[in-house]
């Protein structure tokens, strides 16, 4: 099957530690991105990626780092200097930065407590 | 500065009953706009996209959009209700204008009503 796929489902962590979300793609596409997601807000633009070794900051990404080290590939650590990471976390692919629709991961529900 | 407003936090339909879900959008250049769906702690769908040509685009599940130009708007339609269609659903926009990233509306919650 085609599609993107997010490990874990659902993440606990204590304040204070990183945390990496894993996002992987086997669509062949360019372009990847991870969300934020909060109740009422819709979805928020964290980072994106159009190729591999190349990735640019999104409208929240303090508090957040990415990698691109493969195509197939978009991790996303959530560090401690996020204030507020609690949220459901969705990843999305494209054909490439231009393409049109976006293909959504199922998500990942982080809570730090 | 692009922006999108989904006017409704929530809409309520009897099942069989026509729907519509309201979108309306602000961009500078030429607006792509979407329609996607999320049902409970899942990842969005694709439902359809208005990039350019008729006004009338049809999508998946039997939902449908119309572009109005005038009034900045982009409304998904449904003819006939399903308890199935229930969910939570996002409207889109991207400026044509070369850079321009994704900016999606807050969300409007359908409940189809039995």
């Known amino acids: 099957d085609g599609g993107i796929t997010q490990s874990p489902k659902y993440l606990f962590r204590k304040e204070g530690q990183n945390v990496t979300l894993s996002c992987e793609q086997n669509?062949?596409?360019?372009?990847m991105y991870w969300y934020r997601q909060d109740p009422g807000q819709g979805l928020r633009l964290i980072y994106y990626?159009?190729?591999?070794?190349?990735?640019q900051k999104g409208d929240i990404a303090e508090g957040y780092s990415v990698s691109r080290e493969k195509k197939e590939s978009f991790p996303l650590t959530v560090t401690s200097a996020q204030k507020n990471p609690t949220a459901f976390y969705l990843c999305?692919?494209?054909?490439?930065?231009?393409?049109?629709?976006?293909?959504f991961g199922p998500g990942t529900r982080l809570t730090v407590t | 500065a692009q922006s999108v407003a989904q006017p409704e936090d929530q809409v309520n339909v009897a099942e069989g009953n026509p729907l519509t879900v309201k979108c309306t959008y602000s961009?500078?250049?030429?607006?792509?706009l979407f329609w996607y769906v999320q049902y409970p702690n899942r990842g969005l769908q694709f439902l359809l996209k208005?990039?350019?040509?008729?006004?009338l685009v049809k999508g998946s599940y039997g939902f449908e959009a119309e572009f109005n130009k005038s009034q900045t708007s982009f409304h998904l339609k449904k003819p006939s209700a399903l308890v199935s269609d229930s969910a939570l659903y996002f409207c889109?926009?991207?400026?044509?204008?070369?850079?321009?990233?994704?900016?999606f509306g807050p969300g409007t919650r359908l409940s189809v009503l039995p």
């Open positions: 999305a692919s494209s054909r490439s930065r231009d393409t049109y629709e976006q293909y």
């Open positions: 669509l062949n596409h360019d372009a």
């Open positions: 990626s159009q190729i591999v070794n190349d990735f």
């Open positions: 961009v500078s250049g030429n607006p792509y």
């Open positions: 208005y990039i350019t040509g008729d006004n």
């Open positions: 889109a926009v991207r400026s044509d204008n070369y850079g321009q990233n994704f900016v």
